[in-house]
C-alpha cells in the first residue's frame, strides 16, 4: 500500500503531461485501510496535486496528525474552519471537511458540548468534556430515542464546510441532521458527485469556449485564444489539474450535498445493518408499450 500513491502519482502526472486538460483529481479517503506509511505518502504525494479533497472529520484529523499539524478543540464553528484551512496547507486548492460526526444545534454548537453542559452537576464541573482535537458523534441509539421536553425542539444540523486555497475564503452548507442507520455509501457518493458536478461544468465551459472561439474571425483573436490557451495551463498547474474557479466548484458542493441529502431521505432500508441510500431518488421507471421501459426524471 506504500507504493500506491507512487504509482498514482506517476500515472497522473503522465496523463498531465500527454492531455490537456489535465485530470481531476478528487480525493475521498479511507484512511483507516492504510497503514501509517501509506498515509504519510498519501499526504506527501498526492494531496498536492489535489483539486477537491473531501474528508470527515475523523479522517481530517488523522491527516492531520500525520502531517504533523495540530488541531484546535472541536466546540465550535471557527474550530471546524480552522481545521479546514489546516488541511488546506498541505496542497489541494479546495478542501470540503463533512461535517455528518459532529452535528451542531441551532445555536450554532457542537451538539457534544450542549449535551456536556446540559449535563453540569451543581459544582460546575462537566460529567464529561471532549479531548483536545475529538468529537462525541451521536450513536444510532441516541438519534432514534425519542427526546426529551428540554431537548425536543433543538434541531440538530449538519456543517460541511468547504475552503479555497486561492481565495482563503470558507463557504458552509447547512443541512438537517437525519438520524437513521441507512447511511452506508454517503461519503462516496459525495465526491463522486462533485467530481461529476465538475467534469459536466468543465464540458459545458468547452462547448461555450468553441462557440465564441468560432464566432471569432481574425489574426489577432487567434494571438489572443492561444495567449488565453497558455494562462490557462498555467492555472491548472497550480490548482491540481482543473481550470475551475471558486463559483463553479461551491455550485458542484452545493449540488452533491443536496443529491445526498434528498438519497439519505430515500434510503430504500435494504438489509438489518448500516443499509445503502436511494442513490436513484429523482428518477422514475415508466412502463411503455410492448414491455418496454424508460427512466424520467423527476
Request: aromatic residues 2%; hydrophobic residues 40%; contains cysteine.
Amino acid at each position: 500500500m506504500v507504493e500506491l500513491a507512487d504509482t498514482v502519482r506517476g500515472a497522473l502526472v503522465a496523463e498531465n503531461r500527454a492531455l490537456p486538460p489535465s485530470p481531476l483529481i478528487l480525493v475521498r479517503l479511507l484512511l483507516l485501510l492504510l497503514l501509517p506509511p501509506a498515509i504519510a505518502n498519501l499526504v506527501h504525494k498526492l494531496l498536492p496535486l489535489t483539486t477537491i479533497l473531501t474528508p470527515n472529520i475523523p479522517e481530517a484529523l488523522l491527516l492531520l496528525r500525520t502531517a504533523g499539524l495540530a488541531a484546535p478543540p472541536l466546540t465550535s464553528v471557527a474550530a471546524v474552519k480552522e481545521v479546514v484551512r489546516l488541511l488546506s496547507t498541505l496542497g489541494p486548492a479546495h478542501v470540503l471537511v463533512k461535517g455528518g460526526h459532529l452535528p451542531f444545534t441551532a445555536e450554532l454548537i457542537p451538539v457534544s458540548e450542549a449535551s456536556a453542559s446540559a449535563s453540569t452537576s451543581p459544582s460546575g464541573n462537566r460529567s464529561s468534556s471532549p479531548s483536545h482535537s475529538t468529537f462525541t458523534a451521536p450513536t444510532t441509539a441516541e438519534t432514534e430515542t425519542e427526546p426529551d421536553d428540554n431537548t425536543k425542539q433543538k434541531k440538530k444540523y449538519i456543517l460541511d464546510i468547504l475552503y479555497s486555497a486561492r481565495t482563503h475564503t470558507h463557504t458552509i452548507f447547512r443541512t438537517d441532521f437525519l438520524p437513521g442507520k441507512n447511511t452506508h455509501g454517503t461519503g462516496c457518493s459525495l465526491a463522486s458527485a462533485i467530481a461529476a458536478g465538475l467534469v459536466t461544468q468543465q464540458r459545458e465551459d468547452a462547448v461555450d469556449e468553441a462557440v465564441e472561439s468560432a464566432a471569432t474571425l481574425g489574426e489577432d483573436a487567434v494571438e489572443k485564444e492561444n495567449a488565453t490557451d497558455k494562462e490557462k495551463d498555467a492555472g491548472m498547474e497550480k490548482n491540481g489539474g482543473v481550470d475551475k474557479d471558486d463559483a463553479g466548484v461551491a455550485m458542484a458542493v452545493e449540488k452533491a450535498v443536496k443529491y445526498v441529502e434528498r438519497a439519505i431521505k430515500a434510503a430504500p432500508g435494504l438489509g438489518q445493518g448500516s443499509g445503502p441510500i436511494g442513490h436513484f431518488h429523482s428518477l422514475v421507471v415508466e412502463e411503455g408499450e410492448g414491455g418496454s421501459s424508460s427512466l424520467r426524471r423527476i
